[in-house]
C-alpha cells in the first residue's frame, strides 16, 4: 500500500530564502507525482505534475524533481516570499487510479 | 471560465439529518473525486468515480453516499450515519491517464454539525 510522507511538517524562512521542500513515497510504481498549494479554507491548487518517465518540472520560481528508484520528489521554491506562505502538498497517481496525498508541509516565508 | 464549483461554501447539519454537497465541472472530466480533510491530516478519499453511473469506495465511504448519473455532477451526500461529520470536504476531477492524470480542485465546502 503506497504510503506518501512529507517532512518537515512545518517550515518557517526569512524572505529570500531558497528553500526545499521533500515527498517521499514508497511504492515507486506511480504514474505520475503531483504538487499543490493550499491557503487556509481553500481548495488545493495544482503546482506541478511530474509524469514518471520524467526527472523534472519548471514553474517560474517552482523546480520539482522526480527520483523513482528511490521513492523522493522534492519541490524547489527559489527567492521566496510572503506569498508563498502556505501548506504544499504532493500527492502520487499509482495503479488503482486512486491519488494518496501526503500530510502537507506548511510553509512561512517571513517578511 | 473552466474550473470546479462546489455549493454551498458552508453548511451546517443537525443530528440525525442528511445532507447534500454539490460539486460541478465543466472540465470534461470523466473522473471525479470526494475527499475529506481534518484539521491537521492529510486528504482521505471517500468515494471516486471513473465514469458516468459508475463509483467506487474510498478509504472512509462509511456515512456517505454519491451518484453519478452525469459527467458533470457528482454530488455528496453526509447521511445520518455518519458519526464525525464535521470536516472540510473536496471534489477534485482528473481526465484520467490520457490527460496526463492532473487533478484539480473545487474550493471546498466546510460543513459542521450543531
Known amino acids: 500500500k503506497q504510503e506518501v510522507t512529507q517532512i518537515p511538517a512545518a517550515l518557517s524562512v526569512p524572505e529570500g530564502e531558497n528553500l526545499v521542500l521533500n515527498c517521499s513515497f514508497t511504492?515507486?510504481?506511480?504514474?505520475?507525482l503531483q504538487w499543490f498549494r493550499q491557503d487556509p479554507g481553500k481548495g488545493l491548487t495544482s503546482l506541478l505534475l511530474?509524469?514518471?518517465?520524467?526527472r523534472e518540472q519548471t514553474s517560474g520560481r517552482l523546480n520539482a524533481s522526480l527520483d523513482k528508484s528511490s521513492g523522493r520528489s522534492t519541490l524547489y521554491i527559489a527567492a521566496s516570499q510572503p506569498g508563498d506562505s502556505a501548506t504544499y502538498l504532493c500527492?502520487?497517481?499509482?495503479?488503482?487510479?486512486?491519488?494518496?496525498f501526503g500530510t502537507g508541509t506548511r510553509l512561512k516565508v517571513l517578511a | 471560465d473552466g474550473g470546479i464549483t462546489q455549493s454551498p461554501k458552508y453548511l451546517f447539519r443537525k443530528e440525525g439529518q442528511n445532507v447534500t454537497l454539490s460539486c460541478e465541472q465543466n472540465?470534461?472530466?470523466?473522473?471525479m473525486y470526494w475527499y475529506r480533510q481534518d484539521p491537521g491530516q492529510g486528504l482521505r478519499l471517500i468515494y471516486y468515480?471513473?465514469?458516468?453511473?459508475?463509483?467506487q469506495k474510498g478509504d472512509i465511504a462509511e456515512g456517505y453516499s454519491v451518484s453519478r448519473e452525469k459527467k458533470e455532477s457528482f454530488p455528496l451526500t453526509v447521511t445520518s450515519a455518519q458519526k464525525n461529520p464535521t470536516a472540510f470536504y473536496l471534489c477534485?476531477?482528473?481526465?484520467?491517464?490520457?490527460?496526463?492524470?492532473?487533478?484539480?480542485f473545487g474550493p471546498g465546502t466546510r460543513l459542521t454539525v450543531l
Open positions: 477534485a476531477s482528473s481526465g484520467g491517464l490520457a490527460g496526463g492524470g492532473e487533478q484539480f
Open positions: 511504492d515507486s510504481a506511480i504514474y505520475n
Open positions: 511530474i509524469q514518471s518517465s520524467q
Open positions: 500527492a502520487t497517481l499509482g495503479g488503482t487510479y486512486k491519488y494518496i
Open positions: 472540465l470534461n472530466h470523466d473522473a
Open positions: 468515480s471513473q465514469i458516468v453511473n459508475d463509483f
